[in-house]
Protein backbone atom coordinates (compact mmCIF):
# COMPACT_ATOMS: atom_id res chain seq x y z
CA UNK A 1 0.00 0.00 0.00
CA UNK A 2 2.87 2.17 0.90
CA UNK A 3 4.06 2.21 -2.73
CA UNK A 4 1.12 3.54 -3.85
CA UNK A 5 1.26 6.89 -2.16
CA UNK A 6 4.56 7.57 -4.76
CA UNK A 7 2.33 6.88 -7.76
CA UNK A 8 0.70 11.04 -6.46
CA UNK A 9 3.68 12.06 -8.23
CA UNK A 10 2.30 11.25 -11.76
CA UNK A 11 -0.78 14.26 -11.15
CA UNK A 12 0.57 16.97 -10.19
CA UNK A 13 -1.44 19.82 -8.87
CA UNK A 14 -2.48 21.90 -11.62
CA UNK A 15 -3.98 25.33 -11.02
CA UNK A 16 -5.47 25.45 -14.72
CA UNK A 17 -7.32 22.94 -14.28
CA UNK A 18 -11.13 24.25 -14.12
CA UNK A 19 -12.85 21.79 -12.32
CA UNK A 20 -11.46 21.64 -8.47
CA UNK A 21 -13.12 19.82 -5.36
CA UNK A 22 -11.75 19.42 -1.73
CA UNK A 23 -12.20 16.56 0.63
CA UNK A 24 -11.89 16.14 4.48
CA UNK A 25 -11.62 13.33 6.52
CA UNK A 26 -13.23 13.70 9.97
CA UNK A 27 -12.30 11.03 11.89
CA UNK A 28 -7.86 11.83 10.99
CA UNK A 29 -8.14 15.26 9.11
CA UNK A 30 -6.52 13.83 5.84
CA UNK A 31 -7.96 16.37 3.14
CA UNK A 32 -7.58 16.21 -0.92
CA UNK A 33 -7.69 18.44 -3.22
CA UNK A 34 -8.48 17.46 -6.88
CA UNK A 35 -8.83 19.24 -10.33
CA UNK A 36 -10.04 17.74 -13.25
CA UNK A 37 -10.55 18.38 -17.06
CA UNK A 38 -13.13 17.15 -18.92
CA UNK A 39 -13.48 16.48 -22.60
CA UNK A 40 -15.99 17.62 -24.46
CA UNK A 41 -18.48 14.34 -24.11
CA UNK A 42 -17.53 14.79 -19.85
CA UNK A 43 -14.87 12.29 -19.94
CA UNK A 44 -11.88 12.97 -17.52
CA UNK A 45 -8.89 13.72 -19.94
CA UNK A 46 -6.51 15.32 -17.30
CA UNK A 47 -6.52 14.98 -13.49
CA UNK A 48 -4.30 16.67 -10.57
CA UNK A 49 -3.93 15.91 -6.72
CA UNK A 50 -2.82 17.93 -3.83
CA UNK A 51 -2.87 15.59 -0.95
CA UNK A 52 -1.82 15.94 2.99
CA UNK A 53 -3.64 12.67 4.03
CA UNK A 54 -2.33 9.52 5.34
CA UNK A 55 -1.29 6.57 4.04
CA UNK A 56 -4.54 5.35 3.43
CA UNK A 57 -5.90 9.02 1.70
CA UNK A 58 -2.71 8.80 -0.56
CA UNK A 59 -3.16 5.20 -1.67
CA UNK A 60 -7.15 5.69 -2.33
CA UNK A 61 -6.14 8.69 -4.10
CA UNK A 62 -3.27 7.25 -6.00
CA UNK A 63 -5.82 4.32 -7.22
CA UNK A 64 -8.49 6.78 -7.98
CA UNK A 65 -6.02 9.09 -10.02
CA UNK A 66 -4.33 6.17 -12.11
CA UNK A 67 -7.93 4.60 -13.45
CA UNK A 68 -10.53 8.10 -13.07
CA UNK A 69 -9.17 9.01 -16.70
CA UNK A 70 -11.26 7.95 -19.77
CA UNK A 71 -14.04 7.61 -17.10
CA UNK A 72 -17.45 9.71 -17.18
CA UNK A 73 -18.35 11.75 -14.94
CA UNK A 74 -21.80 9.37 -13.74
CA UNK A 75 -19.07 6.52 -13.61
CA UNK A 76 -17.23 8.39 -11.04
CA UNK A 77 -20.10 9.04 -9.19
CA UNK A 78 -21.21 5.82 -9.41
CA UNK A 79 -17.76 4.44 -8.22
CA UNK A 80 -18.23 6.90 -5.00
CA UNK A 81 -21.84 5.54 -4.49
CA UNK A 82 -20.06 1.93 -4.46
CA UNK A 83 -17.37 2.24 -2.19
CA UNK A 84 -19.53 4.36 0.51
CA UNK A 85 -22.22 1.54 0.26
CA UNK A 86 -19.36 -0.93 0.57
CA UNK A 87 -17.66 1.10 3.34
CA UNK A 88 -20.79 0.58 5.27
CA UNK A 89 -20.96 -2.95 4.98
CA UNK A 90 -23.57 -3.33 2.02
CA UNK A 91 -22.14 -5.02 -0.92
CA UNK A 92 -19.23 -6.11 -2.79
CA UNK A 93 -15.54 -4.58 -2.80
CA UNK A 94 -15.90 -1.69 -5.13
CA UNK A 95 -15.01 -2.68 -8.95
CA UNK A 96 -12.33 -0.17 -9.57
CA UNK A 97 -8.82 -1.28 -10.29
CA UNK A 98 -6.64 -1.74 -7.59
CA UNK A 99 -9.15 -1.28 -5.24
CA UNK A 100 -8.43 -4.72 -3.24
CA UNK A 101 -5.04 -2.95 -2.51
CA UNK A 102 -7.01 -0.89 0.15
CA UNK A 103 -9.85 -2.99 1.00
CA UNK A 104 -8.73 -4.24 4.60
CA UNK A 105 -9.50 -0.73 5.46
CA UNK A 106 -13.02 -1.53 6.05
CA UNK A 107 -12.38 -3.22 9.05
CA UNK A 108 -11.45 -0.03 10.19
CA UNK A 109 -13.67 2.44 10.64
CA UNK A 110 -11.63 5.31 11.87
CA UNK A 111 -10.10 5.00 8.15
CA UNK A 112 -13.35 5.02 6.13
CA UNK A 113 -13.02 8.71 6.04
CA UNK A 114 -9.89 8.90 4.27
CA UNK A 115 -10.58 5.77 1.71
CA UNK A 116 -13.90 8.29 0.98
CA UNK A 117 -11.13 11.56 0.32
CA UNK A 118 -10.89 11.15 -3.94
CA UNK A 119 -14.51 10.28 -4.49
CA UNK A 120 -15.75 13.31 -2.26
CA UNK A 121 -13.28 15.48 -3.55
CA UNK A 122 -14.27 14.55 -7.66
CA UNK A 123 -17.88 14.55 -6.47
CA UNK A 124 -17.34 18.13 -5.23
CA UNK A 125 -15.01 18.95 -8.52
CA UNK A 126 -18.00 17.40 -11.08
CA UNK A 127 -20.21 19.39 -9.08
CA UNK A 128 -18.78 22.61 -11.10
CA UNK A 129 -19.30 21.02 -14.79
CA UNK A 130 -21.97 21.76 -16.91
CA UNK A 131 -24.02 18.55 -18.05
CA UNK A 132 -22.89 18.40 -21.48
CA UNK A 133 -25.46 18.66 -24.56
Known amino acids: MLGLTI ?14 GEARSQSC ?23 QACAIG ?9 AA ?3 SSQALHDAGEA ?4 LAGEGETPDWPAFD ?9 A ?3 AVLLPWRAAA ?4 MARTPR
Open 7 to 20: RLAAYPWDESLPLK
Open 29 to 51: GSTIALGLALDENGIVERIGVRS
Open 58 to 66: QAAAAIFAD
Open 69 to 71: IGR
Open 83 to 86: VARW
Open 101 to 109: TIARARDYP
Open 111 to 113: RHG
Open 124 to 127: QALS
